[in-house]
């Protein structure tokens, strides 16, 4: 009876309750009853679950983007990240909530001592989505912030920030670290430091014993990468200016083997 009864109902009626949902709903909906199907595959549908202004991040984009579906260009979103302004960023969405994720590139962040080549390594990896990534050689301290502006990402959303990085075998100094996340025009790095939190670069397999060291630990990624988070803020209504996520070393006075690709901004 189940299915006789949504197919009776006007599509527009089923879609915008369908609407009033989320993108897993709507696609468990559309299992559940094949009634739904219809409104479920819908323009109208997909079209309220991407971001308001995804034409305007799409005209950013370095590649053409061709879906025939509203539904499939939110799933193209999900799965294959955008490379915006010349591939400094990538934007990508939330398969779950249809929020703004990005990731701001190793060239687009603040990296101490990374104009200096016996320091610092710029190169290519076909893993990586950049054109380039940075490849430490050898520093006494580590200073790595990325930013993004607060309007770009999705109201009344809390954010994570997450380093994502490769490791080598052969690395030492960069075990252990501390990250600060702060609104730029709001807070100051002392106001950060005071909620700074250890970070660990190496897995807990890799420690001798790992239960007795605080902080978050690395996991590994779908695209081979390993990433940890930094920290997790608020985006409310009328946010404006700048977020700054932070990871510091400066206790070890050598460093070397890490690899970064980026940091993202993500919904938790």
Not at 147 to 160: D, F, H, N, P, V
């Amino acid at each position: 009876m189940e299915g006789p009864f949504f197919a009776r109902l006007p599509e527009g009626f089923m879609s915008e309750i369908l609407s009033l949902t989320s993108p897993v709903d709507v696609i468990r909906a559309s299992v559940v009853s094949k009634g739904f199907k219809p409104a479920a595959d819908s323009d109208t549908i997909w079209e309220k679950f991407l971001p308001s202004d995804y034409q305007d991040i799409i005209s950013r984009s370095d590649s053409a983007v061709d879906c025939s579906t509203k539904k499939a260009l939110y799933f193209s979103l999900c799965d294959s990240p955008l490379l915006l302004d010349g591939g400094r960023m990538s934007f990508s969405v939330d398969k779950r909530s249809g929020k703004k994720c990005y990731m701001v590139g190793a060239r687009e962040r603040i990296i101490a001592w990374a104009r200096e080549p016996w320091r610092w390594h710029w190169i290519s990896r076909p893993d990586s989505r950049f054109r380039e990534v940075a490849k430490l050689k050898a520093v006494c301290w580590l200073d790595i912030r990325g930013r993004i502006e607060s309007q770009m990402l999705s109201t009344g959303t809390t954010y994570a920030a997450f380093l994502v990085f490769k490791i080598a075998e052969e690395h030492y100094g960069i075990e252990k670290a501390t990250s600060l996340i702060r609104f730029v025009n709001h807070e100051s790095d002392g106001e950060a430091k005071r909620r700074a939190a250890p970070v660990h670069l190496v897995s807990r397999e890799g420690m001798n014993h790992p239960a007795e060291f605080g902080g978050k630990f690395p996991k590994m990624r779908t695209d081979g990468w390993m990433e940890v988070e930094l920290g997790n803020f608020y985006i409310g209504t009328g946010d404006e200016g700048q977020v700054e996520a932070r990871l510091t070393e400066i206790i070890h006075d050598g460093k070397s083997g890490l690899t970064i690709e980026g940091i993202e901004f993500r919904p938790e």
